[in-house]
């Protein structure tokens, strides 16, 4: 077996980068923050959120964002 050293090689370099990919920092000011209009002022439940981004709302979630209700861990307030 001549490849033996390059698979392993490759095993290794993928293990690699599965490692690295999970380690990968989310940091929340890199995605949109909460923009400062009315409709989200003075919001303080997560729950009011969807009363306009849900299917069907105002400005419904894109069918790739998380399903999560916790807004405000990767959603910063643009409000001061
Ligand atoms: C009354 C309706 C309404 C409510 C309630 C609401 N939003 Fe919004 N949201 C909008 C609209 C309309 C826009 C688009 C605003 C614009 O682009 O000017 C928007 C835009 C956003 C954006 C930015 C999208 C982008 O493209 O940059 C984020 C993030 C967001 N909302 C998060 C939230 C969060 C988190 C909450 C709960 C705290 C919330 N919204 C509650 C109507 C609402
Ligand atoms: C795990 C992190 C995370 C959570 C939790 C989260 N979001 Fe997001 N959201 C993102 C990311 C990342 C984007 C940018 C997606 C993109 O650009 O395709 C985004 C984009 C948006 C947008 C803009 C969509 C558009 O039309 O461009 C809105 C509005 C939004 N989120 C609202 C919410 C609301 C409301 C909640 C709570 C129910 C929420 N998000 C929870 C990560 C999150």
Redesign the pocket.
């Known amino acids: 077996m001549r490849l033996r050293k390059a698979d392993w090689l490759f095993v290794c370099a993928a293990a690699l980068v599965v490692l690295s990919v999970s380690l990968l920092p989310?940091p929340?000011d890199?995605?949109?923050p909460?923009p400062h209009t009315p409709e989200h002022r003075g919001l303080a439940s997560?729950k009011d959120?969807?009363r306009?981004?849900h299917v069907g709302g105002t400005?419904?979630?894109?069918s790739?964002?998380?399903k999560?209700?916790?807004?405000?861990?990767?959603?910063k307030a643009a409000m001061d």
């Not at 400005?59 to 894109?62: M, T």
């Not at 999560?68 to 959603?75: A, E, G, K, L, P």
Request: proline share 15%; hydrophobic share 15%; net charge positive.
């Open positions: 989310s929340r890199r995605n949109p909460v997560e959120c969807l306009c981004h400005r419904p979630l894109p790739r964002h998380p999560r209700q916790d807004c405000w861990r990767c959603h």
